[in-house]
Protein backbone atom coordinates (compact mmCIF):
# COMPACT_ATOMS: atom_id res chain seq x y z
CA UNK A 1 0.00 0.00 0.00
CA UNK A 2 2.57 2.21 1.15
CA UNK A 3 4.34 1.52 -2.72
CA UNK A 4 0.71 2.80 -3.95
CA UNK A 5 0.75 5.76 -2.07
CA UNK A 6 3.85 6.94 -2.71
CA UNK A 7 3.39 6.45 -6.19
CA UNK A 8 0.25 8.40 -6.26
CA UNK A 9 2.25 11.09 -4.32
CA UNK A 10 5.03 11.34 -7.23
CA UNK A 11 2.67 11.06 -10.28
CA UNK A 12 0.44 14.29 -8.30
CA UNK A 13 3.80 16.74 -7.73
CA UNK A 14 5.76 14.99 -10.95
CA UNK A 15 3.87 17.24 -13.01
CA UNK A 16 1.86 20.18 -12.75
CA UNK A 17 -1.23 18.63 -11.05
CA UNK A 18 -0.60 18.81 -7.50
CA UNK A 19 0.68 22.34 -7.43
CA UNK A 20 -2.33 23.24 -9.77
CA UNK A 21 -4.68 21.83 -7.27
CA UNK A 22 -3.14 23.53 -4.20
CA UNK A 23 -3.17 26.97 -6.79
CA UNK A 24 -6.71 26.76 -7.92
CA UNK A 25 -8.09 26.28 -4.55
CA UNK A 26 -6.22 28.77 -2.88
CA UNK A 27 -6.83 31.46 -5.62
CA UNK A 28 -11.14 30.59 -6.00
CA UNK A 29 -10.86 30.91 -2.07
CA UNK A 30 -9.17 33.54 -1.88
CA UNK A 31 -11.49 35.49 -4.31
CA UNK A 32 -14.47 35.25 -3.43
CA UNK A 33 -13.67 35.13 0.43
CA UNK A 34 -11.40 38.32 0.14
CA UNK A 35 -12.42 40.45 -2.45
CA UNK A 36 -15.83 39.50 -4.52
CA UNK A 37 -18.73 40.88 -2.91
CA UNK A 38 -21.21 38.16 -2.03
CA UNK A 39 -22.12 35.96 1.45
CA UNK A 40 -18.68 34.51 1.26
CA UNK A 41 -16.97 37.87 1.37
CA UNK A 42 -15.26 37.49 5.33
CA UNK A 43 -14.60 41.26 5.73
CA UNK A 44 -18.16 41.83 5.01
CA UNK A 45 -19.63 39.34 7.41
CA UNK A 46 -19.51 41.29 10.14
CA UNK A 47 -17.97 38.15 12.14
CA UNK A 48 -14.30 37.38 13.47
CA UNK A 49 -14.53 33.75 12.00
CA UNK A 50 -14.22 31.32 8.94
CA UNK A 51 -17.94 30.33 8.56
CA UNK A 52 -17.59 32.24 5.03
CA UNK A 53 -14.91 29.43 4.48
CA UNK A 54 -16.73 26.48 5.48
CA UNK A 55 -19.36 27.35 3.56
CA UNK A 56 -17.59 27.70 0.31
CA UNK A 57 -14.98 25.02 0.54
CA UNK A 58 -17.34 22.10 0.13
CA UNK A 59 -18.56 23.35 -3.38
CA UNK A 60 -15.33 24.19 -4.50
CA UNK A 61 -13.63 20.31 -3.25
CA UNK A 62 -16.56 18.92 -5.30
CA UNK A 63 -15.33 20.30 -8.18
CA UNK A 64 -11.86 19.95 -7.44
CA UNK A 65 -11.52 16.47 -6.17
CA UNK A 66 -13.59 14.96 -9.02
CA UNK A 67 -11.40 16.63 -11.06
CA UNK A 68 -7.91 14.88 -9.06
CA UNK A 69 -9.24 11.65 -8.82
CA UNK A 70 -10.58 11.17 -12.11
CA UNK A 71 -7.50 9.60 -13.31
CA UNK A 72 -6.23 7.68 -10.59
CA UNK A 73 -7.84 4.17 -11.93
CA UNK A 74 -9.55 5.24 -15.33
CA UNK A 75 -5.86 6.48 -16.32
CA UNK A 76 -4.64 2.85 -15.42
CA UNK A 77 -7.33 1.10 -17.35
CA UNK A 78 -7.14 3.51 -20.52
CA UNK A 79 -3.01 2.42 -20.72
CA UNK A 80 -4.08 -0.97 -20.22
CA UNK A 81 -1.40 -1.14 -16.81
CA UNK A 82 -4.67 -2.05 -14.59
CA UNK A 83 -4.27 -5.63 -15.23
CA UNK A 84 -0.76 -5.47 -13.94
CA UNK A 85 -1.49 -3.51 -11.05
CA UNK A 86 -3.88 -6.12 -9.41
CA UNK A 87 -1.76 -9.06 -10.70
CA UNK A 88 1.21 -7.43 -8.42
CA UNK A 89 1.46 -8.61 -4.67
CA UNK A 90 -1.13 -6.37 -3.23
CA UNK A 91 -4.41 -6.82 -2.04
CA UNK A 92 -7.17 -4.87 -3.92
CA UNK A 93 -7.85 -3.35 -0.53
CA UNK A 94 -4.40 -1.96 -0.90
CA UNK A 95 -4.38 -1.18 -4.13
CA UNK A 96 -7.76 1.13 -3.37
CA UNK A 97 -6.16 2.69 -0.24
CA UNK A 98 -3.14 3.77 -1.46
CA UNK A 99 -4.91 5.67 -3.92
CA UNK A 100 -7.50 6.55 -2.11
CA UNK A 101 -4.50 8.17 0.63
CA UNK A 102 -2.61 10.00 -2.44
CA UNK A 103 -5.71 11.74 -3.60
CA UNK A 104 -6.90 12.22 -0.09
CA UNK A 105 -3.39 13.96 1.48
CA UNK A 106 -3.13 16.15 -1.85
CA UNK A 107 -6.49 17.92 -0.77
CA UNK A 108 -5.37 18.58 2.58
CA UNK A 109 -2.07 20.04 1.64
CA UNK A 110 -4.32 22.39 -0.45
CA UNK A 111 -6.25 23.16 2.90
CA UNK A 112 -3.21 23.46 5.23
CA UNK A 113 -2.41 27.04 4.13
CA UNK A 114 -6.00 28.26 5.00
CA UNK A 115 -5.02 27.66 8.48
CA UNK A 116 -3.45 31.54 7.74
CA UNK A 117 -6.52 32.51 7.67
CA UNK A 118 -6.97 31.83 11.69
CA UNK A 119 -3.86 34.34 12.55
CA UNK A 120 -4.72 36.81 9.80
CA UNK A 121 -8.51 37.38 11.52
CA UNK A 122 -8.04 36.58 15.65
CA UNK A 123 -6.52 39.95 16.18
CA UNK A 124 -9.02 41.82 14.33
CA UNK A 125 -12.01 40.56 16.83
CA UNK A 126 -13.85 42.90 19.50
CA UNK A 127 -11.86 42.34 21.66
CA UNK A 128 -8.92 41.11 19.69
CA UNK A 129 -8.03 36.90 20.12
CA UNK A 130 -12.23 36.23 20.82
CA UNK A 131 -12.55 34.00 17.57
CA UNK A 132 -14.56 30.96 18.19
CA UNK A 133 -11.62 28.28 17.93
CA UNK A 134 -13.60 25.60 18.96
CA UNK A 135 -15.92 26.13 16.14
CA UNK A 136 -13.46 26.88 14.04
CA UNK A 137 -11.17 23.44 14.64
CA UNK A 138 -14.33 21.29 14.52
CA UNK A 139 -14.92 23.00 11.28
CA UNK A 140 -11.78 21.64 10.03
CA UNK A 141 -12.50 18.49 11.05
CA UNK A 142 -15.62 17.53 9.60
CA UNK A 143 -13.64 19.51 6.64
CA UNK A 144 -11.52 16.40 6.48
CA UNK A 145 -14.37 13.81 7.10
CA UNK A 146 -16.01 15.46 3.66
CA UNK A 147 -12.39 15.29 1.71
CA UNK A 148 -12.56 11.66 2.54
CA UNK A 149 -15.78 11.13 1.44
CA UNK A 150 -15.62 13.23 -1.84
CA UNK A 151 -12.40 11.19 -2.17
CA UNK A 152 -14.01 8.06 -1.69
CA UNK A 153 -16.52 8.98 -4.25
CA UNK A 154 -13.96 10.38 -7.03
CA UNK A 155 -11.66 7.26 -6.56
CA UNK A 156 -15.34 4.75 -7.28
CA UNK A 157 -16.32 6.52 -10.25
CA UNK A 158 -12.50 6.67 -11.89
CA UNK A 159 -13.13 2.91 -11.27
CA UNK A 160 -16.15 2.63 -13.33
CA UNK A 161 -14.85 3.78 -16.88
CA UNK A 162 -11.37 4.19 -18.44
CA UNK A 163 -12.93 7.63 -20.17
CA UNK A 164 -11.66 10.81 -17.33
CA UNK A 165 -14.55 12.77 -18.17
CA UNK A 166 -17.04 10.41 -17.47
CA UNK A 167 -15.41 9.66 -14.41
CA UNK A 168 -14.99 13.43 -13.00
CA UNK A 169 -18.74 13.69 -14.75
CA UNK A 170 -19.91 10.94 -12.52
CA UNK A 171 -18.50 12.05 -9.38
CA UNK A 172 -19.41 15.84 -9.58
CA UNK A 173 -22.84 14.59 -9.77
CA UNK A 174 -22.88 11.72 -6.50
CA UNK A 175 -21.04 14.39 -4.77
CA UNK A 176 -23.59 16.96 -5.41
CA UNK A 177 -26.82 15.12 -4.45
CA UNK A 178 -25.05 13.79 -1.78
CA UNK A 179 -23.99 17.14 0.04
CA UNK A 180 -26.60 19.69 -1.47
CA UNK A 181 -29.65 17.09 -3.37
CA UNK A 182 -30.98 16.04 0.39
CA UNK A 183 -31.49 19.74 1.13
CA UNK A 184 -33.52 20.34 -1.59
CA UNK A 185 -35.34 17.20 -2.07
CA UNK A 186 -36.04 18.10 2.06
CA UNK A 187 -37.84 21.45 1.00
CA UNK A 188 -40.39 19.69 -0.83
CA UNK A 189 -41.41 17.28 1.82
CA UNK A 190 -41.15 19.38 4.69
CA UNK A 191 -43.38 17.10 6.99
CA UNK A 192 -40.09 14.23 6.53
CA UNK A 193 -37.70 17.50 6.30
CA UNK A 194 -35.34 16.49 9.12
CA UNK A 195 -35.01 12.80 8.16
CA UNK A 196 -34.22 13.49 4.89
CA UNK A 197 -31.69 15.97 5.37
CA UNK A 198 -29.82 13.23 7.28
CA UNK A 199 -28.88 11.40 4.47
CA UNK A 200 -26.89 14.22 3.19
CA UNK A 201 -23.27 15.13 3.63
CA UNK A 202 -24.29 18.61 4.49
CA UNK A 203 -26.35 18.27 7.64
CA UNK A 204 -23.38 16.43 9.07
CA UNK A 205 -20.64 18.51 8.35
CA UNK A 206 -22.47 21.58 9.82
CA UNK A 207 -23.37 19.37 12.94
CA UNK A 208 -19.79 19.07 13.00
CA UNK A 209 -18.94 22.40 12.19
CA UNK A 210 -20.75 23.35 15.45
CA UNK A 211 -17.43 22.24 17.26
CA UNK A 212 -19.59 19.32 18.74
CA UNK A 213 -18.20 16.04 18.09
CA UNK A 214 -21.32 13.47 17.75
CA UNK A 215 -20.77 9.73 16.76
CA UNK A 216 -23.63 9.63 14.43
CA UNK A 217 -21.44 12.19 12.36
CA UNK A 218 -18.51 10.92 12.57
CA UNK A 219 -20.00 6.79 11.58
CA UNK A 220 -21.95 8.79 9.03
CA UNK A 221 -18.58 9.67 7.25
CA UNK A 222 -17.28 6.92 7.86
CA UNK A 223 -19.76 4.90 6.86
CA UNK A 224 -20.18 6.89 3.26
CA UNK A 225 -15.98 6.31 2.82
CA UNK A 226 -16.22 2.50 3.22
CA UNK A 227 -18.91 1.87 0.79
CA UNK A 228 -17.74 3.68 -1.92
CA UNK A 229 -13.77 2.00 -1.36
CA UNK A 230 -15.70 -1.16 -1.06
CA UNK A 231 -17.47 -0.21 -4.19
CA UNK A 232 -14.09 0.30 -5.79
CA UNK A 233 -12.50 -2.91 -4.85
CA UNK A 234 -15.85 -4.92 -5.72
CA UNK A 235 -14.97 -3.41 -9.42
CA UNK A 236 -11.67 -3.75 -9.53
CA UNK A 237 -12.59 -7.98 -8.58
CA UNK A 238 -14.08 -8.09 -12.37
CA UNK A 239 -10.68 -6.98 -13.49
CA UNK A 240 -8.55 -9.87 -11.93
CA UNK A 241 -11.14 -12.61 -12.83
Known amino acids: ?8 IKSFFGSLTGYLV ?14 VDGQYNILQSGYNDLSPFFQLA ?16 SDERKQGTIELLVTKPLSLNQIVTGKFLGAFLLVVLAILPT ?7 NPYGMPAGNMDLGS ?14 YTSIGIFCSSL ?10 A ?4 FVL ?5 QLAELFKSSATLIEKFGISYHFKSISRGVIDTRDLIYFISITLFFLMATVFNLKNVRK
Open 1 to 8: MKAILLRE
Open 22 to 35: IAVFLILNGIFLWI
Open 58 to 73: PLVLLLLIPAITMKSI
Open 115 to 121: VLYIIIL
Open 136 to 149: TLGSYLGLMFLIAA
Open 161 to 170: SDNQIVAFIL
Open 172 to 175: VIIC
Open 179 to 183: YLGFD
